[in-house]
């Protein structure tokens, strides 16, 4: 019988691994197909979020329609999941469909904790959602000047560089728009106890101390977020009360609300899942797989698209190795960490390895900067544009040969 692979998430990993999964199935003649269910219609690639709070990039430019995996062979459902029976393998859907399954992956994000610490909803911009990245960019246009605060709550975080880039980006903005400002960048100690420019390793960890220096930013390592107070404008924190004029804030991760259970939630930090390593499947299900930013945590990885989406490949090439495919499982290559810098960018590549004794991934103690300079942006916009560009072309109007430059000769 026709085995049926429910992915569940729209996002960086469902994507990733449907796309390989319906690519390795047809490839292989294997009897096997592949359903994605999702919420939302559009497939977003939320870093370029940023470039529409900087850059004023249309969000229309950030997203394509999920249906666009359809061209390659996988199935879409637009409906939300409510609930996961493990025993039963199924999945219920908010229109009332019950979707049963042989294998299930599940990458469904963080989503963002703003009502964690008291005020900091109400204060400041962010570009964590594609409205408030346009909220931003008018905050940002129209600022005349001042304090501005760059606030890491909390340790991990969505993209671990995230705070590097926007603090470097409105840093070079103001300096070329000949806006006088004061940046700080507040942040606290990883759980290991890295300074928080180090989380990405010593060598990146050097090179933004570097830029920070060269930008005039201050980087001020606080021992907890105890509250924002938005109308006196003041970060509070245990040891520190800053001002600011502008407060850019960086979201504390939580688990999206369909995995808070038992079932999923990881008993000594609730913000994340139970999961088992190397393959990311759930302790007690096999055939279920947690492959979402939820996941990455407890694995040892960071909190990015990058490890997201190999750790959704490696999964998928489990699934297909169990169907019989001949593709080879998929071990962990280097990841890239892709980041604007000013106004150029720098690539930190990290060498990921698997610790067998204490089973989780290593990564931040082996990354090193590989690229610097302008082109390193170009690449980023251009990767992740092309990435999205690859759902929208099935539903482009087909080119004529004329249009093409191809002259039919008959035949
Ligand atoms: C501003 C910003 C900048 C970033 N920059 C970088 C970067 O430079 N490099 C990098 O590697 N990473 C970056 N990241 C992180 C990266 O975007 C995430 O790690 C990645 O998108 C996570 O993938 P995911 O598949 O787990 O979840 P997501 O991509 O967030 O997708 C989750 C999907 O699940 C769907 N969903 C949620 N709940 C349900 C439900 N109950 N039922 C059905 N569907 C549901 C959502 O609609 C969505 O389609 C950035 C993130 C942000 C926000």
Known sequence: MTKKIVVVGGGVGGVASSLMLADEIRSNRLDAEVLLVSKSEHHYMPPLWLDVAVDGLDVEKTRAPLRGVEYYGVKTLIDEVVSIDLAEREIATRSGRRISY??????????????????????GWHNYDPESARAFNRAIKTFRGGRIVVLVPELPHRCGIYPLEI?????????????????????????????????????????????????GVEVIVHKGLERVDPEKRVVVTKDAEIEYDMLVKVPPPRLPPLLRSPDFQLGDDKRFTRIRTPHFQHPEYDEVYLTGEHSMKPAGLGLAGVFVHFASIR???????????????????????????????????????????KGHYRWNDRCYVTLRGPMVKILKRTFYMSWLGRLRFPHAPKPSLRELGVEAHGG
């Open 102 to 123: 042989d294998y299930l992956l599940i990458a469904l994000g963080t989503v963002n904790g703003w009502s964690e610490y008291p005020g900091l909803e109400e204060a």
């Open 167 to 215: 603090t470097t980006l409105l840093a070079h903005y103001y300096k070329v728009k000949g806006v006088k400002v004061d940046i700080k960048y507040v942040a606290p100690r990883s759980m290991l106890g890295y300074h928080p420019l180090d989380i990405l390793g010593p060598d990146i960890g050097r090179l933004a101390r570097e830029i920070l220096e060269g930008y």
């Open 315 to 357: 999964a998928a090439s489990m699934i297909l190795e169990d169907l019989g495919s001949v593709y080879s499982l998929y071990d962990y290559p280097p990841v890239h960490c892709v980041a604007y810098i000013g106004n150029g960018g720098l690539i930190g590549s990290c060498e990921v390895t698997y610790d067998e004794g």
